[in-house]
C-alpha cells in the first residue's frame, strides 16, 4: 500500500483556492443555500419567540392578514 504525505499548509490552501473557484463558478447556487440558511435561522428564532408568547386564534390570523383588524 502507497501512504502519502501530504504537507497540512498546501493542503489547506489548496482547500481554499478550490472553494473560492467553486464560490465564483456556482454562484447563483451559493447564494440560494446562504439565502435557505438565513431565512431557517430567522424562522427558527420566530418559533422560539413565539413559544413565549400568548397565543393567537385562527379567526384573529385571518383578520389581520385580510385588513379587517
Known sequence: ?????VDEK?????L???LIEVIEQKRDMF???VAEAIEDIA?????????????TSREEIFN??????
Request: proline fraction near 0%.
Open 31 to 33: 447564494h440560494d443555500i
Open 43 to 55: 424562522l427558527t428564532n420566530a418559533i422560539k419567540e413565539g413559544e413565549s408568547t400568548e397565543s
Open 16 to 18: 481554499k483556492e478550490t
Open 10 to 14: 498546501k493542503l489547506k490552501n489548496l
Open 64 to 69: 389581520i392578514i385580510e385588513g379587517k383588524s
Open 1 to 5: 500500500m502507497v501512504q502519502l504525505s
